[in-house]
């Protein structure tokens, strides 16, 4: 099992360009986060599903958007990226609300 | 509101020597509390967690934690370090009447293990 798989890992964009961080899951774990971690600050959830078919709004969803595309597939989606969003950003999923499990991560800059 | 703190940046010991990084705990209701631990440039892996019964709850690679109701604490330990368990260490916690899916981390501890 590859458990949670995120692409890509690296990623450097301009200012006011858009791209979408992708996720996937082979566990069949109902619910699947998106996270992103600043230093001193933790993690912090962005969005989360709890089932498929589901989206809702974390601590701080501005500027960012979801789908769940499947069972498997939750992604993220930037559409004006801004300096702001520079961080790493974790997606994990679970089989319910407690115990998670997380992708190795995608680094983004923001330029 | 939930929330978790981790009041050390930082945790130096000894190899061989116990160590214990600190969290504490806000939430209205009853706590579910969770430690995971970060290598670098890698995503976070669950160690522990406490959800009801017994207060000394034990998890992955010999850390324990106890769930102490009276001082809101959760604080991860172990008897005998290893330099390998240098690492980030995140203390979480969810509300389990009012969190939903909502996890919250703490700002992480950082343990160096000095050999």
């Known amino acids: 099992n590859a458990g949670v798989t995120q692409t890509p890992k690296f990623q450097v964009l301009k200012t006011g360009q858009s791209m979408t961080l992708q996720c996937a899951q082979d566990?069949?774990?109902?619910?699947m986060y998106w996270y992103r971690q600043d230093p001193g600050m933790g993690l912090r959830l962005i969005y989360y599903?709890?089932?498929?078919?589901?989206?809702d709004k974390g601590e701080v969803p501005n500027g960012y958007n979801v789908s769940r595309l499947n069972k498997r597939e939750f992604s993220l989606r930037l559409e004006s990226a801004a300096p702001s969003q520079t961080s790493v950003y974790f997606c994990?999923?679970?089989?319910?609300?407690?115990?998670?499990?997380f992708g190795p991560g995608t680094r983004l800059t923001v330029l | 509101a939930q929330s978790v703190a981790q009041p050390e940046d930082q945790v130096n010991v000894a190899e061989g020597n116990p160590l214990t990084v600190k969290c504490t705990y806000s939430?209205?209701?009853?706590?579910?509390l969770f430690w995971y631990v970060q290598y670098p440039n890698r995503g976070l892996q669950f160690l522990l967690k406490?959800?009801?019964?017994?207060?000394l709850v034990k998890g992955s690679y010999g850390f324990e934690a106890e769930f102490n109701k009276s001082q809101t604490s959760f604080h991860l330990k172990k008897p005998s370090a290893l330099v390998s368990d240098s690492a980030l260490y995140f203390c979480?916690?969810?509300?389990?009447?009012?969190?939903?899916?909502?996890?919250?981390f703490g700002a992480g501890t950082r343990l160096f293990v000095k050999a």
């Open positions: 994990a999923s679970s089989p319910t609300p407690d115990t998670q499990y």
């Open positions: 566990m069949n774990h109902n619910s």
């Open positions: 599903s709890a089932s498929e078919g589901t989206t």
């Open positions: 939430v209205s209701g009853n706590p579910y």
């Open positions: 406490y959800i009801t019964g017994d207060n």
């Open positions: 979480a916690v969810r509300d389990s009447n009012t969190g939903g899916f909502k996890t919250i």
